[in-house]
């Protein structure tokens, strides 16, 4: 049974296999549609239960690691999971949840490491846990499990494919 969340702020399930955002209007449609592509069985939604209509979202990049020079990155870096903590208290029952990114292979990262990205590619797929660099694909799969999730409120969640497991 698949998850659809809807722009009124709903989530619906349905025969079909996993998760399908929709606006309200079209989402009978567009489920039909994919079930019958699928070759499962089309039917309208069976399940709807009330969700917030807002999730959000603080993200941060940032070393927790200190230097000199960076003692205003640091105490900024520090102090965001104590600010998502106390912000979901305080805008309950919206939803917020620190996604913490170490590096994330992407073209701004290239941009700033210019010649340097391939070797840094390298020391990550050797040292890290994983094995792999982290991708945006993986950032966005937490952030779409969040969303889904309404049961997280108030979390860090480290992805850096366990460098920080490495770090002294």
Not at 143 to 159: E, K
Request: proline share 5%.
């Amino acid at each position: 049974m698949g998850a659809h969340i809807l722009a009124g702020g709903e989530l619906r399930a349905c025969r079909r296999r996993g998760p399908c955002f929709c606006p309200a209007q079209t989402c009978e449609r567009q489920c039909a549609e994919r079930c019958e592509t699928a070759g499962d069985e089309a039917g309208p939604a069976q399940e709807t239960a009330a969700v917030e209509t807002a999730v959000r979202l603080v993200l941060r990049s940032g070393s927790k690691r200190t230097a000199a020079g960076l003692a205003f990155i640091a105490a900024l870096t520090a102090a965001l999971p104590a600010l998502t903590k106390s912000l979901a208290l305080e805008v309950a029952p919206v939803r917020v949840n620190l996604i913490a990114a170490g590096f994330v292979d992407t073209p701004l990262s290239a941009s700033l490491l210019r010649d340097e990205i391939d070797e840094r590619r390298q020391q990550l797929r050797t040292t890290l846990p994983i094995g792999r660099v982290v991708g945006p694909a993986d950032i966005a799969a937490l952030a779409v499990h969040l969303m889904t999730n309404t049961a997280v409120t108030g979390a860090t969640f480290d992805i850096d494919g366990g460098q920080q497991l490495l770090e002294g």
